[in-house]
């Protein structure tokens, strides 16, 4: 990538790695409450399936339940972000102001914070994960093409959660508080992106919900794709998925942007 714009990319992402190196003790805070969750949720899983006279809960036994939640908190890891609680500080304090005089759209801005943040602690979650690995045993052979596709899955729900929920971080603008907002949001996305529990656990109509929602793509297809548990179909139709919300997100920020940045007072200023 060549040109002025590359050049602001690269710079601001040499910024944002500097100000995480600052901050590392709030980074590895933060980094150790993403790593916890899915080995709490494995290990309540793992419970449930011990108690279970097959070994089994629906249809994962404590093997396919390591390798789901293992791989659950490197794609979550990937994919998620925090800017639908940082726009609504942004929005109060007034701080927002600097970021509307830069030459950078806002969004390209978080997107490159975002990158550095995963570029600097995928160092230490992936040697964790192995450890982990290690530690349960797992069992996963999925074919190699399964692994090929892994990649831009993981891309992809990265965009899909990524324009999603900065589309809902706009609202900011005209909901100065969106704390309950964000919850609420965060609460649908654990039970219904395959967080808390993988989505075939859930009851039939749950599972008709996830499918109509962004929220599986933003984070059980991967998963469930590179454990062999999509046939090539449910597959194509899963990329077919992201693409769409993708491309829906695009268009929600690019129509909701002009009209919030219009409405835009300090709040806090």
């Known amino acids: ?24 003790a709030a980074v590895v805070i933060w980094l150790i409450g993403l790593v916890l969750q899915p080995v709490i949720y494995l290990v309540v899983w793992l419970t449930v399936a011990k108690a279970q006279d097959d070994g089994k809960v629906g249809d994962f036994d404590a ?57 600097l602690t995928l160092a230490i979650v992936i040697p964790v994960t192995a450890l982990l690995w290690w530690f349960f045993e797992p069992t996963l052979s999925p074919e190699p093409w399964m692994w090929i596709a892994f990649g831009p899955a993981v891309v992809l729900a990265f965009l899909v959660r990524f324009f999603f929920e900065w589309s809902l971080a706009l ?9 309950g907002l964000n919850n609420l949001y965060m609460a649908l996305f654990f039970f219904l992106a395959g967080r808390i529990a993988p989505i075939s656990l859930l009851p039939t109509w749950g599972q008709a919900i996830a499918d109509v929602l962004p929220f599986k793509v ?19 139709t899963g990329f077919a998925t992201q693409f769409l919300w993708i491309g829906l997100g695009w268009l929600t920020v690019h129509l909701v942007w002009s009209r919030a940045s219009a409405r835009y007072s300090a709040v806090g200023a």
């Open 171 to 179: 609202l900011a603008f005209w909901i100065t508080d969106t704390s």
């Open 1 to 24: 990538m060549k040109g002025p714009f590359a050049d602001i990319y690269r710079t601001l992402f040499k910024i944002e790695l500097a100000v995480m190196f600052q901050y590392r």
């Open 63 to 119: 093997s396919s339940l390591a390798a789901y939640f293992l791989i659950m908190m490197v794609v979550n890891h990937v994919t998620f972000s925090w800017h639908m609680w940082e726009m609504g500080y942004r929005v109060r304090s007034g701080t927002f102001n600097a970021l509307l005089v830069q030459p950078l759209h806002p969004f390209h801005r978080d997107i490159i914070q975002n990158m550095a943040y995963k570029l």
């Open 218 to 236: 933003m984070l059980a297809f991967p998963i469930e794709m590179v454990m062999g548990r999509l046939s090539p179909d449910q597959m194509l």
